[in-house]
């Protein structure tokens, strides 16, 4: 397809032009985001070199929201994500498996975490595997706790990951591209490029070469992460960021890759390093 069919398509999957004039629902892409008041967030930086030809400039997707939106993550008052962090604290406290243990039992606090999430995805040198940090977690429950793996998605997961961002809040993102994880970044990056569906799209189709543009009232972002787990006005909840790759697949009517996947594992890693310069944000608000 030619860019101007892609758009056609673009267009008719969503019942509207790609580029609407969304006046009224236009966000401010100039604006600072500073939470609470003295938290400062990089929202725009320098792309990381790796995307050289591709992006100058890399964006948080808070830059591309609404202003009422983005009100919604400078105050964790207003911010309904802080609910599940609440949450996701009780988890932290409370011992389950056979061992007796709880995170607080080995972690002590949260706030020991607050490095993590920054870095994963992340090599791990004994399994020898790229590591997310929804793994991660199920590592310590299982093997550490002895109890049942929580659900890639499921509530207790996704609450523990916004508590384990919200103590990250700030931090760089600089996700480790080289050395033993180069092989699945490859992987994770072959899979951003590749066209799916029949409306032929890849990741880049829209976050790459599209963004700032609108689809639907919808203000195209660059696709990022740095600000998972997402609370979505849309569906009121927490989600995962597997589960938004999958509904963006699914939005080009293509099959997707499952949740947990190793498909879906190496995008995570892909998709976290073109983020390489912006804060972790999450977990944030978007619509
Ligand atoms: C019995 C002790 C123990 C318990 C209980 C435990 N962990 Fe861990 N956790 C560890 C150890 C040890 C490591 C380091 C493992 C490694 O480096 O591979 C770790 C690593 C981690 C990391 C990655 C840290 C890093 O710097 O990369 C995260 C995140 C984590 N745990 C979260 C949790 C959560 C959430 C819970 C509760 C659901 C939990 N852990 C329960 C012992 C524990
Ligand atoms: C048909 C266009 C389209 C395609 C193709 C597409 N997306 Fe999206 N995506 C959207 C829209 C629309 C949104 C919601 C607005 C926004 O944040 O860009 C979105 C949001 C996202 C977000 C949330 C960003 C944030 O700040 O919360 C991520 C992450 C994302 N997409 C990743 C991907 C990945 C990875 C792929 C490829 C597997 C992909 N998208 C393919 C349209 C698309």
């Known amino acids: 397809m030619n860019k101007m069919q892609k758009a056609l398509a673009l267009g008719s999957v969503a019942a509207m032009a790609l580029m609407g004039t ?50 919604m993550q400078m105050d964790d008052f207003d911010n309904p994500a802080m609910l599940f962090v609440e949450q996701g604290i009780e988890i932290f406290n409370t011992a389950m498996g056979t061992e007796g243990n709880s995170c607080a039992t080995c972690h002590e606090t949260p706030e020991n975490l607050s490095e993590v999430r920054a ?12 590591q997310t940090i929804t793994m991660q977690i199920n590592e310590c429950v ?11 998605s499921s509530r207790d997961m996704v609450n523990l990951e916004a508590l384990i961002a919200s103590v990250g809040r700030g931090n760089v993102v600089n996700v480790a591209i080289d050395g033993p994880a180069r092989e699945t970044w490859e992987m994770g990056r072959e899979i951003y490029y590749t066209e799916y569906g029949i ?10 070469q599209n963004y700032g ?5 919808d203000h195209l972002s660059q696709g990022q ?41 190496a995008l995570e890693l892909y998709v976290a390093s073109r983020g390489n310069g912006l804060t972790v944000e999450g977990p944030s608000v978007r619509n």
């Open 22 to 71: 969304a006046a009224t629902l236009s966000a401010d892409e100039d604006a600072d985001l500073v939470i609470n008041g003295d938290l400062e967030m990089i929202v725009r930086t320098e792309a990381p070199d790796h995307l050289d030809g591709h992006l100058d400039m890399i964006y948080s997707g808070w830059t591309f929201r609404s202003d009422e939106t983005q009100a």
């Open 199 to 208: 409306l032929e799209m890849s990741c880049a189709t829209c976050h790459e």
């Open 119 to 130: 870095v994963y995805p992340q090599w791990d040198e004994e399994r020898g595997e790229v």
């Open 142 to 152: 299982t093997e550490r706790m002895g109890a049942e793996a929580l659900g890639w």
């Open 213 to 217: 543009n609108y689809i639907r009232a």
């Open 225 to 265: 992460i740095n600000g998972f787990p997402t609370y979505r006005l849309k569906n009121a909840r927490l989600n995962s960021t597997h589960s938004r790759f999958r509904g963006c697949i699914r939005d080009t009517r293509a099959e997707t890759f499952a949740e947990g996947s190793p498909e879906f594992i």
